[in-house]
């Protein structure tokens, strides 16, 4: 028998399940109910990620993967992971929220507008990561020169510690490790000593960038494991104010899945969709809040979901395109780069 409700019932759509739910909107509204929640909310501790905060990150992430992934993208997006690191010991008088907006600017300057979300991560030291995953490809060199160029009093402490350890020329440092623990090998740190001295100790290695193509996109939820839903606390040891712990452009603050609303299906799709389902999910009071289902095989669910992801794809990558003027500045920049590793210490 069909599904019946004394609502109106909305499906969303996922990857690999439709989630089905009563319209709410019908219903008349209560008065005062937005002052009764404010009263019983909590104001979250300061510098706390917060279980909220965390869950309305993975919502924006998991809706924009949606789309990326989906079959009916046709765009070849490629997705970049990116991370940028402080390059001496952290600065409390900074202001970190100002420094990363003023890193986005300038990326976006030179190469143009693209989507991105990113996470701020402490390191065991209590220094400072940014994960970025954004959908506009980037030449690693661009990254580091113009998030060197932003950092750059991280920069010159780091300068003056590399000249400081370095004073009277290279040598094998046994307390140099890798992620592993393990002492570098003599060879690495003469190679890295060398490049680090043909730039006067002006180009330290901060950033971090991966490329994925549109057919790896199986490997983006691995990555956003990695780099962005780290379950692991985050030890703010530095107690750096921290406003938050992520942000994202407003098109994907306001991304949404597809929903179709049932006076679009069949009385049989309806059907197919109520006999597949799965689980129900409740809310605190044990009120059924929605039912997931299987996806079902439907001409017109996948009609509507073509429209939609493409409609909403062209929407993301409008602001993407790169400009003459973009291409103009990437090439400047590229070769103010390479000037960079090329330093001597007499010009400084």
């Known amino acids: 028998m069909p599904y019946y409700t004394s609502l109106p019932v909305n499906?969303?759509?996922?990857?690999?399940?439709?989630?089905?739910?009563?319209?709410l909107s019908y219903l008349p509204k209560k008065k005062n109910l937005k002052e009764t929640k404010?009263?019983?909310?909590?104001?979250?501790?300061?510098?706390?990620?917060?279980?909220?905060?965390?869950?309305?990150?993975?919502?924006?992430?998991?809706?924009?993967?949606?789309?990326?992934?989906?079959?009916?993208?046709?765009?070849?997006?490629?997705?970049?992971?990116?991370?940028?690191?402080?390059?001496?010991?952290?600065?409390?008088?900074?202001?970190?929220?100002?420094?990363?907006?003023?890193y986005i600017e300038k990326i976006q300057y030179t190469i143009g507008k693209f989507n991105y979300i990113s996470k701020i991560e402490f390191q065991e030291?209590?220094?400072?990561?940014?994960h970025i995953m954004q959908d506009k490809e980037v030449d690693w060199r661009i990254v580091r020169g113009i998030w060197n160029k932003t950092q750059i009093e991280y920069v010159n402490g780091y300068?003056?510690?590399?000249?400081?350890?370095?004073?009277?020329?290279f040598?094998?440092?046994?307390?140099?490790?890798?992620?592993?623990?393990?002492?570098?090998?003599?060879?690495?740190q003469l190679k890295?000593?060398?490049?680090?001295?043909?730039?006067?100790?002006?180009?330290?290695?901060?950033?971090?960038?991966?490329?994925?193509?549109?057919?790896?996109y199986n490997k983006?939820?691995?990555?956003?494991?990695?780099?962005?839903?780290?379950?692991?606390?985050?030890?703010?040891?530095?107690?750096?104010?921290?406003d938050r712990y992520w942000t994202c452009n407003k098109e994907l603050t306001n991304l949404k899945y597809i929903t179709i609303t049932e006076d679009l299906l069949t009385l049989e799709e309806k059907h197919l969709i109520y006999i597949n389902q799965n689980k129900i999910i409740y809310n605190e009071k044990n009120q059924p809040t929605c039912?997931?289902?299987s996806r079902i095989k439907s001409e017109k669910i996948e009609q509507i979901e073509q429209t939609a992801v493409t409609k909403t794809i062209e929407e993301l990558t409008q602001k993407t395109e790169i400009t003459e003027d973009n291409k103009k500045r990437i090439e400047k920049k590229q070769k103010q780069y390479e000037k960079t590793v090329n330093q001597t210490a007499e010009i400084f």
């Not at 279980?51 to 992430?61: F, L, T, V, Y």
């Not at 030291?125 to 940014?130: K, T, V």
């Not at 040598?171 to 690495?188: S, V």
């Not at 060398?194 to 193509?213: C, E, L, M, Y």
């Open 171 to 188: 040598f094998f440092d046994t307390e140099m490790k890798d992620k592993q623990g393990n002492t570098i090998d003599q060879e690495t």
């Open 192 to 216: 890295r000593y060398t490049i680090g001295k043909k730039a006067n100790w002006r180009n330290p290695n901060s950033t971090d960038v991966k490329i994925i193509n549109e057919n790896e």
């Open 291 to 293: 039912k997931i289902h």
């Open 38 to 102: 404010q009263d019983k909310i909590k104001k979250p501790k300061e510098n706390e990620f917060t279980d909220s905060s965390k869950k309305r990150m993975k919502k924006i992430i998991d809706k924009w993967n949606y789309y990326i992934t989906n079959k009916h993208n046709k765009t070849k997006t490629k997705i970049i992971f990116i991370t940028l690191t402080i390059s001496d010991k952290i600065n409390t008088k900074i202001d970190h929220k100002k420094l990363f907006k003023n």
């Open 159 to 169: 300068q003056k510690k590399m000249l400081k350890k370095y004073k009277n020329g």
């Open 220 to 242: 983006i939820g691995s990555y956003i494991n990695k780099y962005l839903n780290k379950k692991e606390e985050d030890k703010n040891i530095h107690q750096i104010k921290i």
């Open 125 to 130: 030291n209590g220094n400072i990561h940014w």
């Open 11 to 23: 499906y969303q759509l996922r990857k690999d399940i439709i989630i089905s739910y009563e319209d």
